[in-house]
């Protein structure tokens, strides 16, 4: 009877501790599967996704939009980001148009921000 009382608490607690984990596992597919929605549909609209990165010397724009994971990236000015898009690493849904202006700094074309939102992710 000693050992049976431990055994029985042992297996509750397993049980209970794999069914936390699966709870845990199924919110994060569900937000994985909502935040696809969500750039599927962003896509859609004709957003594009990027990242505001800071300049780190003089040569670069005080701040660039980079589109695209680090090894295919681009970059663009925007002349006319909010001062509350400012923050470096802030992830963003932006819509823009090109301008025929020269270029401000070295590694981005300038543009034009259309509409602009934070992404959560």
């Given amino acids: ?23 845990a596992a199924d919110e994060s597919a569900s937000k994985t599967v909502e935040m696809e929605k969500i750039n599927k549909e962003m896509i859609e609209k004709g957003f594009q996704m990027g990242t505001i990165v800071a300049g780190k010397d003089a040569k670069d724009c005080p701040y660039a939009i980079q589109v695209g994971d ?13 001062e509350s898009f400012k923050k470096a690493d802030e992830k963003i849904w932006f819509t823009f148009r090109g301008l025929r202006l020269m270029n401000r700094c070295e590694k981005a074309s300038p543009v034009e921000i259309i509409d602009i939102q934070r992404r959560s992710e």
């Fill in 1 to 23: 009877m000693k050992v049976l009382k431990p055994a029985i608490l042992l297996l509750a607690l397993v049980i209970v501790s794999c069914n936390a984990n699966k709870k």
């Fill in 70 to 82: 680090s090894e295919s990236a681009y970059y663009l000015d925007p002349i006319n980001l909010d």
